[in-house]
Each structure stands twice: as structure tokens, then as C-alpha cells.
Nanobody, 121 residues
Framework: QARLVESGGGLVQAGGSLRLSCAAS????????MGWYRQAPGKQRELVAT???????NYADSVKGRFTISRDNAKNTVYLQMDSLKPEDTAVYYC???????????????WGQGTQVSVSS
């Protein structure tokens, strides 16, 4: 099985920055799209940003120009640089990845455990 482990969350003042990391490990043959989602209290989980293995990116309108997604394919790691943070960015951030299992050669979607990002006004 593969697993995703996130790090980098925390508490920051409005206007500040944080960088999230998510590393995939385990029985991995290949990793396709990776991305970040977030869920605020009382709200549904929403897409923040995604990146393909070739580097094509997609962002939610609410974070365009402030957040940057990137990845290191050699390390099976995806990053989310978050700048100009706002209180409305407060949420649990989840990493997601499409991973081909080396034993079954099948694609499966995987989620990380989530990391809390809190932005104070």
C-alpha cells in the first residue's frame, strides 16, 4: 500500500506565508496527478490546486496569484506555497494523489491525514 504524509501546517497571521509538503511512500510504481484540497468547519472539502506529473497546474479561483503548487517527481513529493494568507484560508488541508501500486499495477486515489492551517486576523 501507498501512503501520503503531510507536514507544514500551523498558525500564521493574515498576510503571512506557509509551505505545505506531502510525500508519497510505500508500494509505488508511478504517481500521476497530485493535489491539495481543504475543508473548513461546516463546509465541504474543496479543491485548492492540482498538478500533473508533467507539471500542468490548476488552481481554485480563490487562491490564484497567492498559492503555488509544485512537485518533485524524484521524491514523489508535492508542495503548496501559500502566500498572502487570509483568515478565510483557515481549514484542514489534505493531500491527494493518484498512485499506481507496484504489486497490482492498478491506479488508486490516496488521501493524506490532513494538516491544520489557521490564519488569524
Amino acid at each position: 500500500q501507498a501512503r501520503l504524509v503531510e507536514s507544514g501546517g500551523g498558525l500564521v497571521q493574515a498576510g503571512g506565508s506557509l509551505r505545505l509538503s506531502c510525500a508519497a511512500s510505500g508500494r509505488i510504481f508511478s504517481v500521476n496527478a497530485m493535489g491539495w484540497y481543504r475543508q473548513a468547519p461546516g463546509k465541504q472539502r474543496e479543491l485548492v490546486a492540482t498538478i500533473t506529473s508533467g507539471g500542468s497546474t490548476n488552481y481554485a479561483d480563490s487562491v490564484k496569484g497567492r498559492f503555488t503548487i509544485s512537485r518533485d517527481n524524484a521524491k514523489n513529493t508535492v508542495y503548496l506555497q501559500m502566500d498572502s494568507l487570509k483568515p478565510e484560508d483557515t481549514a484542514v488541508y489534505y493531500c491527494n494523489a493518484d498512485i499506481m501500486n507496484i504489486d497490482t499495477m492498478r491506479w488508486n486515489g490516496h488521501w493524506g491525514q490532513g494538516t491544520q492551517v489557521s490564519v488569524s486576523s
